[in-house]
């Protein structure tokens, strides 16, 4: 997965998600390569031998986030190199990540028109975008309890082009919908995990018969058809 960015300081760059060891010193060296085919590693030696001019100097804006020691060493580091390699590329462990989910979505839910950039700014690899969604039928119960939550702030309602998108406990929200919902969330995303792992894909579910007409009817139906449930 990706997305893109540029802030406040005009300058674009892309927060990518990957599930395998990436060498960091290899794809710096890949990367600049290419940015210095397009002038950008001589900008930023240009910039950094005007700023350095008179020998180190701290950058006083950023020692909140990068203290004084870091950027002496930076700077000894870019000097060797006659400033052709900087750290254009930032690789961190999601092992130090509390809650995935919510970083991923941090990003991807981010106003796009704040971005100040043309063209697609998010996507993700083939077999992600394969992923079977789980289908709900419509059910203005659980609207009406999406509504509450968003109402009691104990969920957040972003909507985007061509979606919309809850941000809560998953868990409370759908057992306050029926106490089996969270159990078939649970299930499906599973198998379809286990797929993504396994690199095959899930068996495709057969369409569902007609829905009966009211709501509890049409949870059991949805219920029987993963787990054999039955709604008392």
């Given at each position: 997965m990706y997305a893109k960015f540029r802030p406040l300081l005009n300058l674009s760059h892309w927060h990518i998600l990957l599930d395998q060891h990436i060498p960091h010193k290899q794809l710096r060296r890949l990367w600049n390569k290419h940015l210095a085919r397009l002038g950008y590693i001589q900008a930023y030696r240009r910039n950094q031998e005007g700023y350095?001019?008179?020998?180190?100097?701290?950058?006083?804006?950023?020692?909140?986030?990068?203290p004084a020691h870091k950027q002496r060493a930076a700077y000894f580091a870019g000097r060797s190199s006659r400033w052709s390699q900087p750290n254009t590329v930032d690789i961190h462990a999601l092992r130090n990540?509390?809650?995935?989910?919510?970083?991923?979505?941090?990003?991807?839910?981010?106003?796009?028109?704040s971005r100040n950039i043309?063209?697609?700014?998010?996507?993700?690899?083939?077999?992600?975008?394969?992923?079977?969604?789980?289908?709900?039928p419509d059910c203005p119960q659980l609207e009406q309890v999406l509504a509450?939550?968003?109402?009691?702030?104990?969920?957040?309602?972003?909507?985007?082009?061509?979606?919309?998108?809850?941000?809560?406990?998953?868990?409370?929200?759908?057992?306050?919908?029926?106490?089996?919902?969270?159990?078939?969330?649970v299930d499906h995303w599973s198998a379809e995990a286990q797929a993504l792992t396994s690199w095959q894909r899930a068996p495709a579910v057969p369409d569902p018969p007609p829905l009966p007409t009211t709501c509890r009817q049409r949870l059991c139906t949805f219920a029987n058809r993963y787990r054999g449930l039955t709604v008392a």
């Open positions: 350095h001019r008179q020998g180190f100097k701290v950058r006083s804006e950023l020692l909140e986030k990068w990540v509390q809650n995935v989910v919510a970083y991923v979505v941090k990003y991807m839910s981010k106003n796009g028109a043309e063209g697609r700014i998010w996507g993700c690899n083939d077999t992600l975008k394969n992923l079977s969604p789980l289908v709900v509450q939550a968003v109402h009691e702030g104990q969920a957040e309602k972003l909507v985007g082009e061509g979606f919309t998108f809850y941000r809560c406990q998953t868990r409370s929200i759908l057992q306050q919908w029926h106490q089996d919902a969270h159990t078939m969330f």
